[in-house]
Nanobody, 124 residues
Framework: EVQLQASGGGLVQTGGSLRLSCVASGSRFIFDDYAIAWFRQAPGKEREEISCIVNTDGSTASADSVKGRFTISKDSAKNTIYLQMNSLMPEDTAVYFC???????????????WGQGTQVTVSS
């Protein structure tokens, strides 16, 4: 199995920034064989994929709602995926999850492993 640990959420004001981290591990985990994505779920809404990275080549995809404001990146030496979130708006308030899928393209065609959620709250 692959274990994912997300962190970095918090409370910020409109226009502020946060950086989320997702550390992946597993006894047989090979970082570059996986695609990693960030999802979010706002109250009363379905979970949506907002940004994704293919670890093999670093290719990415982002939802229109965050494009130009959020940037996904990786540090292969640390088995870590980051989501830099800038120009945050109240509409970004949600629980954010990282997820992994072996051999998946971006956007994901399926989710294989979920990490725990981290709360992001953006005040007016």
């Amino acid at each position: 199995e692959v274990q994912l640990q997300a962190s970095g959420g918090g409370l910020v004001q409109t226009g502020g920034s946060l950086r989320l981290s997702c550390v992946a591990s597993g006894s047989r985990f090979i970082f570059d064989d996986y695609a990693i994505a960030w999802f979010r779920q706002a109250p009363g809404k379905e979970r949506e994929e907002i940004s994704c990275i293919v670890n093999t080549d670093g290719s990415t995809a982002s939802a229109d709602s965050v494009k130009g404001r959020f940037t996904i990146s990786k540090d292969s030496a640390k088995n870590t995926i980051y989501l830099q979130m800038n120009s945050l708006m109240p509409e970004d308030t949600a629980v954010y999850f990282c997820a992994a899928a072996w051999g998946s393209p971006c956007p994901f065609d399926e989710v294989e492993y979920w990490g725990q959620g981290t709360q992001v709250t953006v005040s007016s």
